[in-house]
């Protein structure tokens, strides 16, 4: 598909190396995670794929069609079967400051109160929904606020657009990660996901079953995304010979 776009995609085996760096970054850095649907949207706009540091896979397909055709990665989701625990849990043992960003307003207020049942001692200094009207308003905020940590939650492209504003305008380096949906899930249930699911590596088998908008994506998108995948990687393959 896109190559400097797969170029950027990393392993999940790497991300806490990755994690280490952006702490220790002058600058802020922008990690986001890609999946069929998220990949095609991404794509749309060359800023969403030259201004986020780092990319990596949130889900099997997507890491089974990139390895098909490139060096072999794992997957790296911001949920409980995957990095969002042990990031959390850095961030609340380093006492960063956290600014948590995304969903709607109710569902925002719940995932916080689920996640400060989880990491009671989360250095959480800023809360919105993440239907921002005044960009610079909200800037200003985060600059007096100084978060070392901002978490997004608005899904792609939106998120995405709204880091790099954050990378490109805040005063103070921050690490800038997006969550996707995994707001809105802790909004519900502090783990949202079954453990068997989790086990079973089946979490868009629950999200299909749960939410009409994932069953869309996954019948309708998901394999558009891989005929196109497959037809464009076999494509340049055949074109080096």
Same mark, same amino acid.
């Given at each position: ?84 625990? *042990?990031? $959390?849990?850095? %961030? ?5 400051? =956290?600014?948590?960003? /995304?969903? !709607?307003?109710? &569902? ?11 990491? *009671?001692? $989360?250095?959480? %200094? ?5 239907? =921002?009207?005044?960009? /610079?308003? !909200?800037?200003? &905020? ?100």
């Amino acid at each position: 598909m896109n190559k400097k776009l797969n170029s950027k995609i990393h392993s999940g085996d790497n991300f806490f190396t990755i994690q280490k760096s952006a702490f220790e970054s002058k600058e802020s850095t922008v990690i986001s995670f890609l999946n069929p649907f998220s990949y095609y949207e991404v794509v749309k706009e060359e800023s969403l794929i030259n201004d986020v540091d780092v990319y990596f896979s949130d889900g099997a397909l997507l890491c089974i069609l990139h390895n098909l055709f490139l060096p072999k990665i794992t997957r790296a989701s911001f949920d409980y079967s995957s990095i969002a625990e *042990p990031f $959390l849990r850095y %961030v609340e043992l380093k006492n960063k400051r =956290i600014a948590i960003i /995304g969903a !709607t307003s109710d &569902e925002n207020f719940h995932a916080v109160t689920n996640l400060q049942k989880q990491f *009671p001692n $989360l250095n959480i %200094v800023y809360q919105r929904d993440g239907y =921002i009207n005044n960009l /610079g308003e !909200t800037i200003a &905020e985060l600059d007096r606020l100084k978060p070392e940590v901002v978490l997004v939650g608005m899904g792609t492209p939106y998120q995405e657009r709204f880091s790099i504003n954050l990378k490109q305008q805040l005063n103070n380096p921050a690490v800038i990660i997006t969550c996707g949906g995994f707001l809105t899930q802790t909004s519900i249930k502090p783990d949202y996901y079954h453990p068997v699911v989790k086990k079973l590596g089946l979490r868009w088998l629950q999200r299909m079953i749960l939410h009409k908008h994932v069953r869309e994506r996954v019948l309708n998108k998901y394999p558009k995304f891989t005929v196109s995948y497959l037809y464009k990687m076999i494509g340049y393959k055949l074109a080096k010979k």
